[in-house]
């Protein structure tokens, strides 16, 4: 196991557990060594030096007094009972003493190291310590002069003594000494140990607890409450911890309550949204149809327009024709009235009258030309009165009266004519006929003054016909710029129509979105577990199933798509999973609990009914399953209210 994993009790005792044991090894192996030391320490300045002492002075005794060989196997005997002892010769004694055995002779590096620098050496063997001496010449060795004996220089190695002491007694009892103080140690480090883990035990008992509390929090129920016992740091974050949790607590119900308020805010600006864009489409249809019609209207004004301009370009025609018939009516007047005079005076102008006769029949001609163009006028005038419809009603009338004139001035004419046919034939008759003529110009003279009179109507009717009508063509052209300007508008306010719409559809996809992120807060949420929390799922057990008709009505609309098989059934669903778990352990006695079950049970079926039967088509029976879930959600809705009401008066 990793130790990072281990409980704060063994991080706390394993450290200062190890750290102990560790500190009484380290004392042990350094008391052991110092003590080691010591002992070597004491076997080289002392023991070794008391040996070294003894062995010398015996040896310069001996060689003063004569008896060295003797002397020196005895002592040798006795030493070897205290420690190993050799005594060493040096080669510069073989020319004076002559050759020695070969026993006495040094033997090893340190031996000849000694002998060979004078200087004593002092080395550890295993369990021995072992010193080599040099023996030096000198006048006052000891109290001895060797040179008196020894004819070399003063201060010349002699040889050495070799001294071995053994140290396995005295390291036993130091390691008997380390042992005793290694269990000792190791033993005070076990109850030290148990003393630190019941200490950990006890002060981390409430952190258990603390744990176990902060298992359930981490689970998502904030219902529990951490004891606290004293004001240490552990009590301290317990209250901590409470305080903690009862803000988080408060924090997630107000989520809780807010998202549940949320959706319900959102559903009905869904339902708003949904309308907006159910209004723009048929505002975007209608806007349509009214350009179309607008179109049709500024076409036919335009029609108007023209043929007003073309009845306005025809009355300007005949206003000239008649305007022209007046001129030559006045003409034939003032023909006329001549002629009157000429009559008056025809007694004495009987011998010029066969010479201007040809001029009179001349005049008689070009009124009757007259006359048959004014005939053929009205006639025109009269079809383009016809043309002109009401309007031009009045002007056929004069018209008709026009040709009428005009075929009476073609008869008279006609009859002058033949009078002056008869003047030119029968001049003698002329007195005769006179009065005749008299009369008959007298009666042109009132035709042609009562033409003039019509002709002068006609101008004036076909004046005021031209004035209507240029106030028409004026009236026209402005209600065809006016046509022009509502079918514009009208074009513009179904862009602006087609535009809501599309406002509206991504209104709809943005409520959407909200939705699904309200039921992912709520989802998040639901996962808490807080004092007041278990109410609060009736609440969104309202909400949610709202929603859900909601999104099976989307579905029908086609703004967005679902699956039957993916739907969850009255098991699965958020509201079911409370239903038949902790709901029925807080609200399963109350009568509308089980009162519930059954519409819960057929509103998540008629969902699946109604999406196959818009999936496969038919319209009517989704439509129909639709309206079915719309009231059961209503009856849902009643009977959680109930539940509520029925859980707070307990």
């Not at 029968?426 to 008299?438: A, G, W």
């Amino acid at each position: 196991m990793n130790f990072r994993d281990a409980s704060l009790k063994w991080k706390m005792a394993i450290p200062v557990i190890a750290m102990v044991t560790i500190g009484i090894i380290i004392i042990t192996v350094i008391t052991t060594i110092r003590t080691r030391d010591i002992v070597i320490d004491e076997a080289k300045t002392t023991t070794l030096g008391g040996y070294r002492d003894t062995v010398l002075n015996a040896l310069t005794t001996m060689m003063i007094t004569g008896n060295f060989k003797e002397g020196a196997a005895a002592f040798n005997e006795q030493m070897s009972h205290i420690a190993d002892l050799r005594v060493i010769r040096s080669e510069g004694l073989d020319g004076e003493y002559g050759k020695g055995l070969p026993d006495r002779y040094a033997k090893d590096a340190i031996e000849k190291e000694v002998l060979k620098d004078g200087k004593e050496k002092v080395v550890l063997e295993g369990e021995y310590i072992r010193g080599v001496y040099p023996y030096l010449a000198g006048s006052d060795f000891m109290g001895k002069d060797c040179l008196a004996c020894h004819h070399v220089k003063e201060g010349a190695v002699l040889g050495a003594v070799s001294i071995r002491i053994p140290l396995k007694g005295s390291f036993d009892k130091i390691n008997a000494s380390r042992n005793l103080y290694l269990a000792i140690g190791l033993s005070g480090a076990l109850i030290i140990a148990a003393f630190i883990i019941l200490i950990a035990t006890a002060v981390l008992r409430p952190l258990s607890r603390l744990k176990e509390k902060v298992g359930l929090l981490s689970g998502g129920d904030l219902r529990v409450t951490i004891e606290s016992h004293g004001k240490d740091e552990i009590g301290e974050l317990a209250d901590g911890m409470n305080r903690m949790v009862r803000s988080f607590s408060n924090i997630i119900n107000n989520m809780f309550t807010s998202a549940n308020n949320l959706a319900c805010k959102v559903d009905i600006l869904r339902e708003k949204a949904d309308t907006a864009s159910e209004g723009s489409r048929e505002q975007s249809v209608q806007s349509g149809q009214i350009a179309a019609a607008a179109e049709e209207m500024s076409q036919t004004i335009t029609a108007i327009a023209n043929n007003a301009a073309s009845a306005s370009e025809l009355s300007s025609d005949a206003m000239d024709i008649a305007k022209s018939g007046k001129e030559l009516t006045d003409a034939s007047f003032e023909t006329i009235n001549e002629v009157n005079a000429s009559t008056d005076e025809l007694a004495g102008m009987i011998d010029r009258l066969n010479n201007r006769a040809a001029e009179i029949g001349d005049i008689v001609t070009v009124i009757k030309d007259i006359a048959d163009q004014t005939n053929l006028l009205a006639l025109n005038a009269a079809i383009e009165a016809a043309r002109a419809g009401d309007q031009g009603r009045g002007f056929a009338v004069v018209a008709d009266e026009v040709r009428k004139l005009a075929e009476k001035t073609i008869n008279a004419t006609t009859e002058i004519s033949e009078k002056i046919g008869v003047v030119q034939e029968e001049t003698d008759m002329t007195t005769r006929s006179m009065s005749v003529s008299s009369r008959g110009i007298t009666k042109a003279v009132d035709h042609i003054r009562s033409l003039n009179s019509i002709l002068q109507g006609i101008v004036e009717s076909v004046q005021r016909v031209s004035s209507e009508i240029t106030q028409i063509a004026t009236a026209v052209e402005e209600q065809s710029a006016a046509a022009e300007e509502v079918a514009s508008n009208i074009e513009k306010t179904s862009a602006i129509a087609v535009e809501m719409d599309k406002m509206a559809h991504d209104l709809m996809s943005e409520v959407g979105s909200m939705i699904e992120m309200t039921e992912d807060i709520r989802d998040t949420e639901t996962g808490f577990k807080t004092k007041g929390s278990e109410l609060m799922m009736i609440d969104v057990a309202k909400t949610a199933h709202k929603l859900f008709v909601s999104k099976i009505g989307e579905c029908l609309k086609g703004n967005m798509t679902l699956e039957p098989e993916h739907l969850p059934d009255h098991l699965n669903c958020r509201f079911g999973k409370w239903y038949f778990g902790e709901g029925k352990h807080i609200c399963g006695s109350l009568p509308s609990y089980e009162a519930i079950d059954d519409p819960h049970v057929k509103i998540h079926a008629l969902a699946k009914e109604t999406l196959s039967a818009h999936n496969a088509g038919d319209t009517e029976r989704a439509a129909a399953g639709y309206r079915e879930m719309a009231v059961v959600s209503s009856m849902i809705g009643e009977l959680l209210d109930g539940i509520k009401r029925e859980e707070l008066s307990r």
